[in-house]
T-cell receptor, first 120, second 108 residues
């Protein structure tokens, strides 16, 4: 069974840093592009970053480019999101998601999400 | 940056047909996908590649795509179908993944 479990969320002040982790199991992690998607309170889903299997290709949404860094450790079946210079607009539930390629790249499995709150 | 547009809300009575639309100028060239999300839960894929239904998704969920608009149809909507529905696609490069703003479906 595919499982994605996020951790590392919490409450921080504007300008501070958070590092999210996603532990994957139940599939060959090193064979899949992985992504982070977030959802601000009462808002829609927002894709923020994706990383290819060998970390050769990394993409970011404009809203986080230059502040967030995605990475992965295939030996530990783990995905990470380093979030720097956080603002209140980054307050959201952050989901780790596995990408499938069929037609287009899309997300076939999601974690349950982890809340990151940025507030003074 | 590329955008997908959805109406904020749709309301139907139980047993009626609900239609949720998603517009984007790349949808004539790129597939649309649809996710259902219930409160406090992660999204679940209900439609992929414009019209296909994953295993386990009820037959009352169907979809189509024409020109720059994709449509999710829920026939004989049930109370359990209430939730948010998000369309998804990519930009022309395929590298920027994009969600619509989401449509809240109310069945009452």
């Amino acid at each position: 069974e595919v499982q994605l479990v996020e951790s590392g969320g919490g409450l921080v002040k504007p300008g501070e840093t958070l590092r999210l982790s996603c532990a994957a199991s139940g599939f060959l992690f090193s064979s899949y592009t992985m992504s982070w998607v977030r959802q601000a309170p009462g808002k829609g889903l927002e894709w923020i970053s994706s990383i290819s299997t060998s970390s050769n290709y990394i993409f970011y949404a404009d809203s986080v480019k230059g502040r967030f860094t995605i990475s992965r450790d295939n030996a530990k079946n783990s995905l990470f999101l380093q979030m720097d210079s956080l603002t209140v607009e980054d307050t959201a539930v952050y989901y780790c998601a596995r990408e499938q390629v069929r037609g287009l790249r899309y997300f076939d499995y999601w974690g349950q999400g982890i809340l990151a709150t940025v507030s003074s | 940056s590329y955008e997908l547009t959805q109406a904020p809300s749709v309301s139907v009575s139980p047993g009626q047909t609900a239609r949720i639309t998603c517009s984007g100028n790349m949808l004539s060239k790129k597939y649309a996908y649809w996710y259902q999300q219930k409160p406090g839960q992660a999204p679940v894929l209900v439609i992929f590649e414009d019209t296909k239904r994953p295993s386990g998704i009820p037959e009352r969920f169907s979809a189509s795509s024409s020109g720059t608009m994709a449509t999710l149809t829920i026939s004989e909507a049930q109370l359990e179908d209430e939730g948010d529905y998000h369309c998804y696609s990519t930009d022309s490069s395929g590298n920027q993944r994009v969600f619509g703003g989401g449509t809240k479906l109310t069945v009452l």
